[in-house]
C-alpha cells in the first residue's frame, strides 16, 4: 500500500492505477463501517484508492476539531489489511494552501436537518468532497448510509457539476446491540451507550408501524418518541422527509420516506436514520433512492 501526502504524489499514484478505481473518503479515526466501504469498493474494482483527512472546515462553529481522533498508524493498518492499494493522508496546508478562495455551496438539500444543526458544516464537506473527486478521479465513490444527508447533498453536487462518477451508498454497520457505528461512540459513558440503542430501537418501532399501515408521519414519528422518552439523552429531532428532495413530510403518503433522528447524550450528538419500507435500507435500495441519478 502506497502512502501519499502531496498533490504530485497522488496525481502519479493515481494514474498507475489505471481507469477503474473504487474511491472511499474518510476523516480516519476507522471503523467497521469505513471497512464495509473499502470492501464494497475491492468487490466491485481492481484498485482502491482511499484518503484520510480531517476536514477543519466542515467544523461548525463550537465544535471541537482538535479533539477529533486521529490514530493514524491504526488506520494505516486497518487500510493495509483491508486491501487498499493508495492511501493520500494530506496535511491541512496541501489542502487549504495560503490564498485559498473558493467554496461550494449546494442550496435546498443542506437547509434542514443537519444543515439546520451544523452552520457552514456542508459547505466545507462538498468544497472537500469536490477536491477529493478532482484528486482521485473516482470510477465508484462509496459513502456510508449513516450520513444520509450527506449522500443526498453530494449527489446534488455530482450532478449539478457534472462529475463523471457513480456513488455507491452502503447500509450502516451496527453493533450488535444496534447502535449505528460512529467514531463518537468512544465519546460515551458506560450508562449513555447502554441506553444509546435507543435509537436503533426507534427505527425498528417506526420500522414496524409502517409495516402494519402506518402511513402518516406523525404516527411514525409518535412509534419512534416512544421508544425515545426512555433514551437518557436529549432528543434534538427525529424528522421525516422525502429521500431524493430532503422536504419534510408531513401528509400521510405511499412513497418512500427517510426517518432521521439525532439524540444528544452531553455533548455527544447520535445520528441515525432509515428509509421507510426498510426493506429500502440495502446498498440496492440506498443507491438507488439516495444516491442514484
Ligand atoms: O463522511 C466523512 O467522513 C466526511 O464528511 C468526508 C466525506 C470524508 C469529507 O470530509
Redesign the pocket.
Known sequence: MRVVKTIPDLRGARAALGQSVGVV???GALHEGHLALVRAARQDHDHVLA?I?V?PT?FAPGEDLSKYPRPLERDLDLLRAAGVDVVFTPSPEVMYPPGFQTHVTVECVTEGLEGAARPGHFQ??VT??AK?FNLTQPTTTY??QK?AQ?VVV?RQMVRDLNFPLTIAVIPTEREADGLAMSSRNVYLTTEQRQNATSLHRALQAAGEAYTAGECDPQGLRAAALAVLADCGGEVEYVSLNDPRTLAEVDQPTESPLLMSMVVRYGKTRLLDNGLLPASLNTREGLTATLGGE
Do not use: A, H, K, P
Request: charged share 5%; no cysteine.
Open positions: 473518503l474518510t476523516m484518503t483527512f476536514n466542515q466545507g464537506v472537500i468532497v477529493f459513502f456510508g450520513d450527506q453530494i
